[in-house]
C-alpha cells in the first residue's frame, strides 16, 4: 500500500440553472506511456461553489465561460508516472487557454491534486475548468502526453 500525504479537502457543488451543453464526447488519443480519453468537453456551467450552501463562490470571467473537460487518464506503462494537470491546455483559432480549476469527479467532487503520480496501469478521473471567451470555439486540447486532441467543429455558443 502506498503512503499518501493527507490534504485539506474542499467540498464542491456545480451551480447552474441547468446542465452545460456537450462540445464533444468520448475522444481517445493514447502512446506507450499514456492513454488519454476525453469523456465529454461541455460549455458550461459558468458557476462552482466550495460553499456548504451551495451558493456560487467561483464564476467565469467577465466576458468568458467555463469549458469544462471530463478526462479519463491512464498510465499504461509498467512503471508510475507523474502527470501534470496544468500542462493541459484548450486550444481555439484565437488563443491557447490553461484549466483554472482541477476537480476530482463523479463520486466526491473535491479539488484535485494537479500533479499526481499514477502508479502502473492505474487510470484516474478528472474535471478540468477552462475559462475561454464568450464565442470562441475549443479546436483541440493539447497534451503533452500525447499530443493534440482534435474537437469536431461546432457553431459558437
Do not use: H
Amino acid at each position: 500500500m502506498r503512503a499518501c500525504a493527507v490534504f485539506p479537502i474542499v467540498l464542491i457543488t456545480l451551480v447552474s440553472a441547468g446542465c452545460g451543453t456537450t462540445i464533444a464526447k468520448n475522444l481517445i488519443a493514447k502512446n506507450d506511456n499514456w492513454g488519454i480519453e476525453i469523456l465529454e468537453m461541455t460549455d458550461g456551467p459558468d458557476a462552482l461553489s466550495a460553499s456548504s450552501t451551495g451558493q456560487p463562490q467561483y464564476r467565469s470571467l467577465p466576458g468568458y465561460r467555463y469549458i469544462w473537460l471530463n478526462v479519463k487518464i491512464e498510465n499504461r506503462g509498467d512503471v508510475p508516472r507523474p502527470i501534470n494537470l496544468e500542462e493541459f491546455r484548450v486550444v481555439s483559432e484565437r488563443g491557447t487557454y490553461t484549466a483554472s480549476w482541477f476537480i476530482i469527479d463523479p463520486v466526491i467532487r473535491i479539488f484535485a491534486n494537479k500533479a499526481p503520480t499514477l502508479e502502473a496501469r492505474e487510470t484516474i478521473q478528472r474535471r478540468l475548468v477552462f475559462n475561454v471567451p464568450v464565442g470562441e470555439q475549443p479546436d483541440k486540447v493539447r497534451s503533452p502526453y500525447v499530443g493534440d486532441i482534435f474537437i469536431p467543429k461546432q457553431s459558437s455558443r
